[in-house]
């Protein structure tokens, strides 16, 4: 009888090291991964926004040194149209000698004669000098630019290199999202503990940005006063940005959006999907940065390796197209009202009539994208009119 009780006492410890779940991991280890994604994804994600906004750095460079080179050959043609005039200075200083003395016009004897020379003769003298002032003056001004445009030339060169530096940073973490996620993602656990973690990380930055806009608006209330009566005068306002109203600002789902996941408008559905999928990307929020041209960059970046998959983000049509920046790109009529377009594609998948999910393209480096990294530029274009920001949107859904 003894030896059947610590038998059976033996089978009850023996229970619980028995495998249970085996594809789950333990919650403290479920947490732990899904932390551990959530870290790789942030620094992935900070590395693409520094290299995006290196490349908008690099483009504004660009820009002003274009201007520089116009300026300065404005200037060039206009010192060479006082050239010729300047070189009569000479023989207009020679003409201010007294001119009984001057072999020019001593041969002019009656005083009326005297008298025109003379008033001709200071004619010439002013007009003279103020052409050589005049040249003297954008000569200096042309030396001042041809040195800003050398130091925008070496400060466009360093920019270079740490765009290059910052894009090697970016695939790499990109490349250590890819190995965190492997396997981890396999486990249902890790899947749900991620979702835990994501929802409270955007929580978390939502508050803070609310703290911050209401801070703000605490600053704003100081530096303008106004009277208890009214009598401080009305308070000053400030213009809404460009994006206003469009998907580039905090809060409520003004359009057609409704609250994202990063201080901004989400004009996806519930059942919206990433145009990457469930692939290792990083992105950053680059709306609005300048682009050669004078253009401004109006979608989202998302960086990953050549080939990775391309999705229908809703149900809807996938209309190839092509051009010079975008390079291989879809235009997409989406089930929802809302127009999407994609570029630099490396090549398509089904096009058509498509459902959320299908692949309808391969993310590339096609366009002026050959300069950068493979990457899918995204925009979302509510209602088929202007773009909006795209980033709360996928930040929300990828």
Known sequence: MRRAVVLLFAMCALVPALPGEVTHADDSAA???????????????????????????????????????????????RVAALQERVQQ???NRFTRSDTTTSPLLNGFASP??????????????????????????????LSKKQQALTDKRD???????????LRDQATAEVENLKKVEAQRLQDEAVQKALQAEERARAAKAEAEAAKLQQATANTAELDNPTDADGGGGAPQTTAPPADAGSGGQTGGGG??????????????????????????????????APRSGGRRHQGVDMIGPIGVEILAVVDGVA???????????????????????????DHYGKLGAVSKGDVIGYMGQTGNARFSVPHLHFEIHPGGGAAVNPYPTVRAHC
């Open 255 to 288: 359009a057609g959006g409704r609250p994202g996941g990063a201080g901004g408008n989400d004009y996806g559905g519930v059942e919206w999907v990433c145009p990457t999928g469930t692939a290792a990307v990083a992105f950053g929020d680059t709306w609005g």
């Open 112 to 141: 009326e004669e005297q008298m025109q020379v003379a008033a001709l003769s200071e004619v010439i003298t002013d007009t003279s000098a103020a052409d050589f002032d005049e040249f003297d003056s954008l000569n200096r001004q």
């Open 319 to 345: 209309a190839a197209k092509s051009n010079t920046l975008g390079g291989t790109t879809i235009w997409f009529t989406g089930s929802d009202g809302n127009k999407y377009y994609y570029a630099h594609l």
């Open 31 to 77: 947490q732990q991964a899904a932390r551990e994604i959530a870290d790789a994804r942030e620094r992935a994600n900070a590395a693409a926004d520094a290299y995006f906004q290196a490349e908008s750095l690099l483009d504004t460079l660009s820009i002003e040194g274009q201007t520089l080179e116009a300026e300065v050959a404005d200037l060039q043609s």
């Open 89 to 91: 200075v000479a023989i």
């Open 155 to 165: 400060q466009t060169e360093q920019q270079k290199a740490t765009a290059a530096s």
